[in-house]
């Protein structure tokens, strides 16, 4: 999370506007996401409209600060910044699919999946079969 929130705060200052850099954002935003669904999944409860807001999450940070003390977010939280990481990785993507060698990279569809995958672990069926 500390190299991804390095790309998404100081890269997106530093580079030269060109599809590569919207393209390496997206990525970040995207992989940023994953982590963060990854870890609320892993070390929080599993979600729950009705409880999500007060169970006990993962702590969020966006920031790059290695001194500050972190608190956990709710479960909640975590997937609302979990949607809003997909949605700007979304705005930025560029490549519709990742050629053969580097397919391990995020892509439109890798993104579609892990939209679908989110619906699914919030009971949201008809999203997550769209």
Do not use: C
């Not at 929130?5 to 850099?21: R, Y």
């Not at 999450?57 to 290695?66: A, K, T």
């Not at 053969?100 to 999946?113: E, M, Q, T, V, W």
């Amino acid at each position: 999370v500390f190299y991804l929130n390095q790309i998404i705060n100081e890269g997106s200052k530093t580079m030269q506007d060109s599809p590569e850099k919207q393209q390496i954002l997206a990525e970040a935003y995207a992989l940023r996401a994953y982590v963060y669904f990854d870890m609320v999944n892993l070390y929080g409860k599993p979600y729950n409209s009705a409880t999500a807001s007060t169970d006990r999450g993962v702590p969020i940070n966006l920031e790059m600060d290695l001194e500050a003390v972190l608190k956990p977010s709710s479960v909640q939280e975590v997937y609302n910044q979990v949607h809003a990481d997909i949605s700007k990785a979304e705005g930025l993507m560029v490549e519709q699919q990742q050629s053969a060698g580097i397919n391990y990279r995020f892509s439109k569809i890798a993104l579609l999946a892990l939209q679908a995958r989110t619906a699914l672990y919030e009971n949201d069926w008809n999203k997550a079969l769209s």
